[in-house]
Nanobody, 127 residues
Framework: QVQLVESGGGLVQIGGSLRLSCAAS????????MAWFRQAPGKEREFVAA????????SYADSVRGRFTISRDPPKRTVYLQMNNLKPEDTAVYYC????????????????????WGQGTQVTVSS
């Protein structure tokens, strides 16, 4: 069974940066799309960013566009989320997700479209 393992979370000051990583455990795992979601205490899980592995097409939530960058390293079966200029509202548990089938661009931000999920990594932005 495919496992997605996130790493790179932690405590950072306002304006700081972090890079999250998501590594897939299976060599045969060939997802169509990988994404990052986040969930803050008392709030619903929300979309952050996604990347199509075949075309490298990316999609971002408005709240992070221009500050976050999603990228991939196929040989390492790893997807990254570079987060710059972090704000307190970015504080959340960040989850990596992967889809086993094609997702149309307009649906890349829907959590129900993803088949595999990581356990999450905490990101805390403090002043």
């Amino acid at each position: 069974q495919v496992q997605l393992v996130e790493s790179g979370g932690g405590l950072v000051q306002i304006g700081g940066s972090l890079r999250l990583s998501c590594a897939a455990s299976e060599r045969t795992f060939s997802p169509y799309t990988m994404a990052w979601f986040r969930q803050a205490p008392g709030k619903e899980r929300e979309f952050v960013a996604a990347i199509r592995l075949g075309t490298s097409h990316t999609s971002y939530a408005d709240s992070v566009r221009g500050r976050f960058t999603i990228s991939r390293d196929p040989p390492k079966r790893t997807v990254y989320l570079q987060m710059n200029n972090l704000k307190p509202e970015d504080t959340a548990v960040y989850y990596c997700a992967g889809s086993a089938s094609h997702i149309i661009v307009s649906a890349m931000g829907m959590s129900r479209m993803y088949d595999y999920w990581g356990q999450g990594t905490q990101v805390t932005v403090s002043s």
